[in-house]
Structures are given as C-alpha cells and as structure tokens.
T-cell receptor, first 115, second 116 residues
Framework: AQTVTQSQPEMSVQEAETVTLSCTYD???????LFWYKQPPSRQMILVIR??????QNATENRFSVNFQKAAKSFSLKISDSQLGDTAMYFC????????????FGPGTRLSVLP | KAGVTQTPRYLIKTRGQQVTLSCSPI?????VSWYQQTPGQGLQFLFE???????NKGNFPGRFSGRQFSNSRSEMNVSTLELGDSALYLC???????????????FGNGTRLTVT
C-alpha cells in the first residue's frame, strides 16, 4: 500500500522563528513526485513546494524548503521566518504512476504561528 | 486565468437522497480529480477524469460516480446518501498529460456536504 505519514498532528511556532514539519511515505514506485500543500481556514488547498524524486537537490521556494531523503523516504518541510499567514493545515502528498493524477495525501499537520 | 470553481459551496441533504456537485477546471486543464476530506480519514481520492473518461478510481462504493463533459467540466454524484458521506468534497484540475508529470493539482474551494 502507498501511504504518507505525518507524525505531528499539531505544531506551533513563534512568529519569525523556523519550524520543520515531518513527512514519511511508502511506495514501491521509482518514479514519483512529492508535494507540500497548505490549507488555510478558507479551505482552498494551495501548493507550497514540490520535489521530483529523481532530483537529489532539495527544492526551495522563498521561505519554504524541503529536506528530501529518498533512501529514508522522508520529505520534511522547513518554514523559515514564520509569518502569521502561514497558519494552516499542511499536507504532504505524492503522485504515483506515469499517468493519471492519483495523489496520496498524509493526514496533515495543523500549524499555528503565534504572535 | 480563473481558478477551479466548485458549486455549490454548501449543501444540506437528508439520508437517502442523492446529490450532484459541480466542478469547472482551469481553462486548458483536461484532468479533473475529486477528493473527499473528513477529519477522521483526511483526503481520500475518489476518481479522476481525463478527456471525458474515468482514468483512475479510488476505493469508494458505487454510490459515488462522476462524469466529465467535453468542455472538461465535471460532476460528481452521490446516491442514497449516508450520514458518513458528510464531508468536504474537493475538486482539483491540472493539465493531465504525460508532459506534465510534475504538475501540481489546482484545487477549488470545495463543497461542504452535510447529511442529516
């Protein structure tokens, strides 16, 4: 079975601090893509960052970066200089297969950024 | 470019009824996927449509069905509603072709379905 585990149901961080959200996954596929999405109270899922499994270099998008450890099947998200607007549910996900858009999502981590 | 549009935003139905949810993808996107989000189960994949054909299907009973029209708009239908069908139903679109392997899903705001 293909699964995603996010071991931290809830986290909090002070504004301007750095926080890391963990994610591990399990798949027998060799070709897959990893994503982090955030879901603020407005409900809309927004892409934060993505990583191609065959690329060893960790992806970075402004204050967001990942630590991708393929052998360990780990894909953590680091948020630097946290802002109040980062308060949201964060979902780790991966897409499997060579066609089709079947994404497997983790259970999510609720992040609260405190003033 | 307009985003993914889902209607309605809220629905209240009674057990045993049926419901139809609508999703208009981003212009040019041919793949539409549906997800059910509940506090207990998280996001679960329902099915994906591409060029009017169901391309992938999750593990949901046959009461959940969908279709896609020639303009890529999609509808999802749930028949004989049960209390456990209460959830946020999210629709997502992307290009869906082989050249867009790493393209992300673009989500709508969802339809909140409450079954009483």
């Amino acid at each position: 079975a293909q699964t995603v585990t996010q071991s931290q149901p809830e986290m909090s961080v002070q504004e301007a601090e750095t926080v890391t959200l963990s994610c591990t996954y399990d798949t027998s596929e060799s070709n897959y893509y990893l994503f982090w999405y955030k879901q603020p109270p407005s409900r809309q899922m927004i892409l934060v960052i993505r990583q191609e499994a065959y690329k060893q270099q960790n992806a970075t998008e402004n204050r967001f970066s990942v630590n991708f450890q393929k052998a360990a099947k780990s894909f953590s998200l680091k948020i630097s200089d946290s802002q109040l607007g980062d308060t949201a549910m964060y979902f780790c996900a991966f897409r499997v297969g060579n066609y089709g858009q079947n994404f497997v999502f983790g259970p999510g981590t609720r992040l609260s950024v405190l003033p | 470019k307009a985003g993914v549009t889902q209607t309605p935003r809220y629905l209240i139905k009674t057990r045993g009824q049926q419901v139809t949810l609508s999703c208009s993808p981003i212009s040019g996107h041919r793949s539409v996927s549906w997800y059910q989000q509940t506090p207990g189960q998280g996001l679960q994949f329902l099915f994906e449509y591409f060029s009017e054909t169901q391309r992938n299907k999750g593990n949901f009973p046959g009461r959940f069905s969908g279709r896609q029209f020639s303009n890529s708009r999609s509808e999802m239908n749930v028949s004989t509603l049960e209390l456990g069908d209460s959830a946020l139903y999210l629709c997502a679109s992307n290009l869906g072709d082989r050249s867009s392997y790493n393209s992300p899903l673009h989500f709508g705001n969802g339809t909140r379905l409450t079954v009483t």
